[in-house]
């Protein structure tokens, strides 16, 4: 027995209602760009693990670097779209959302909230554009998940600061023109502005990467990289300063997530649809419809976390464990659907002609970066009962 076309499934959820016009038409426009500019490009970079320099430029174009924030070539919309709009660019890969990511949430947020006048002037323009890119260096070797470790220091040289140490898994380390560095000091944890050509400090671009291949992820090393005082952040006082960053980048992840998982289960969905097995399409066998019904029933309900945290945000309400708990929720939905849509594929599955294996594996790193879910767990089970169980 045959039925009507077959529904998107975020459709059923009837989702495009609880949208303004605004933030529909920018999600329209996003997906827009997506599915010229990206899709048909994305396997390849993947594949070869180069994104082009110049797909920055094209999303500042675009408007989407830094989004989300006021003046200084920004665009100014509201959390809600700028949710959206990491969710239609997910749909695509999660190294190119992970690029428009870094770039607004935590360098370039870092520079808005805690930097000078100068430094904003100096900067932001740019990184909005996308004529700069900028990266921001807080994880170590050795203190990933416990930051509040790094060994990363700054001490004053004279007027000057010099400043030594390492920085681990930096998203566009090898392609930014500057780099917001953490880095104890004798007065606690402060951040620096600091253009990638100064001497002393190099980039190593990480490879043999199962993951985010479409990102460029590196290893920073600074060697007596003597700075100005005026590239210190003059507000930002303590470990307080780059988690609130994080904070940022994470709100994009708990819808961005949720657009890796929608492209999988959508393709998946076409592929069902059409591939014949015991003389039927697959997707006519009740094994398949249940695993195609749950995951939907998971982006669902993912969508409208996302949407409920962002109205959040936007009314100034948001806390940074309803962070932890969208980030914790929809990135293990994600990764859950992207691996069931594999398992409909067969073996097609396995390659970059169907997307979820490569969304799959991306949001392996998505499940790590910006806090892993351990990490999201214990905020959750600090918030719930008041004892943190971060030390055991
Ligand atoms: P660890 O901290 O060593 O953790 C290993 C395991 O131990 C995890 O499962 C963890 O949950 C668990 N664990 C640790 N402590 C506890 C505990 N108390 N209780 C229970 N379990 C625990 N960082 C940046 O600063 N800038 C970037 O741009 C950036 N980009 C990244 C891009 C990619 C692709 C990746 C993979 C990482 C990136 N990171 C970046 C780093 C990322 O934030 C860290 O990898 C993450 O915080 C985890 O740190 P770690 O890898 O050192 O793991």
Known sequence: MTTATPRRP?????V????TDEEREIATTVRRFVEDRLKPNVAEWFESGTPPRELTQELGSLGVLGMHLQGYGCAGTNAVSYGLACLELEAADSGLRSLVSVQGSLSM???YRYGSEEQKQQWLPRLASGTAIGCFGLTEPDFGSNPAGMRTHAR???????LNGSKMWITNGSLADVATIWAQTDEGIRGFVVPTDTPGLTATKITRKLSLRASVTSELSLSDVRLPASAELPEARGLGAPLACLNEARFGIVFGALGAARDSLESTLDYASTRVQFDRPIAGFQLTQQKLADMTLELGKGYLLALHLGRLKDAGRLRPEQVSLGKLNNVREAIAIARECRTILGGSGITLEYPALRHA???ESVLTYEDTSEMHTLVLGQALTGLSAFRG
Do not use: P
């Open 156 to 162: 004053r040289s004279g007027g000057d600061w010099v």
């Open 361 to 363: 594996n991306n949001l």
């Open 109 to 111: 947020f870092s520079i």
């Open 16 to 19: 495009d209602g609880l949208l």
């Open 10 to 14: 975020l459709e059923l959820f009837g």
